[in-house]
T-cell receptor, first 116, second 115 residues
């Protein structure tokens, strides 16, 4: 049962343009969402997060949007740079209803390629 | 402030041997998580530990796998009698001790290959 889905396995964007990565979830108990970036043979690097009480969070070139009614979030990168080429994972927590920090449920990732 | 450290980075074992993976969390972090990534898949949660306690092991296979986070020293993920299907990248993450929505920071991973 894939509770977090990234339906686009890959995305190619020209340098300077906007990259939009999408993520859908099914568990309405999720209340904290994160995006990680991963290079080959390295661990995931935290990019940005958003709590379910917000609908937007921005950090430099990265903005995450959350649409709770649609159970959808997206990561916008603008302007895209060649160094952004990596696999991006969406993750969610809170699905177990626990009162303390809990496990992350990951999507399968989207490979972003930023071309010159 | 050093990040999450994992060793070894690469581990090769023959079927039936034991694999021990180590994780040292970031300074000041007392929560440790282990995840496994199979080829072409996302990361899957295995276990969540605090010092000397297993909090959630719902993602751990029922047999051959165990984890600990002792009072002193790193967290250890132990796989007994490895099989080829255990070949994967194993990632450790840590988070601070307070709050519910804690961001988890990942180590570089240990790539286990079972021959």
């Amino acid at each position: 049962d894939q509770q977090v889905k990234q339906n686009s396995p890959s995305l190619s964007v020209q340098e300077g343009r906007i990259s939009i990565l999408n993520c859908d979830y099914t568990n309405s108990m999720f209340d904290y969402f994160l995006w990680y970036k991963k290079y080959p043979a390295e661990g995931p690097t935290f990019l940005i997060s958003i709590s379910s009480i917000k609908d937007k969070n921005e950090d430099g070139r990265f903005t995450v949007f959350l649409n709770k009614s649609a159970k959808h979030l997206s990561l916008h990168i603008v302007p895209s740079q060649p160094g952004d080429s990596a696999v991006y994972f969406c993750a969610a927590s809170g699905g177990d209803g626990a009162g303390t920090a809990s496990k992350l449920t990951f999507g399968t990732g989207t490979r972003l390629q930023v071309t010159l | 402030n050093a990040g999450v450290m994992q060793n070894p980075r690469h581990l090769v074992r023959r079927r039936g041997q034991e694999a021990r993976l180590r994780c040292s969390p970031m300074k000041g972090h007392s929560h440790v998580y282990w995840y496994r990534q199979l080829p072409e898949e996302g990361l899957k949660f295995m276990v969540y530990l605090q010092k000397e306690n297993i909090i959630d092991e719902s993602g751990m296979p029922k047999e051959r796998f165990s984890a600990e986070f002792p009072k002193e020293g790193p967290s250890i993920l132990r796989i007994q009698q490895v099989v080829r299907g255990d070949s994967a990248a194993y990632f450790c993450a840590s988070s601070p001790p307070s709050g519910r929505r804690n961001t988890q920071y990942f180590g570089p991973g240990t790539r286990l290959t079972v021959l």
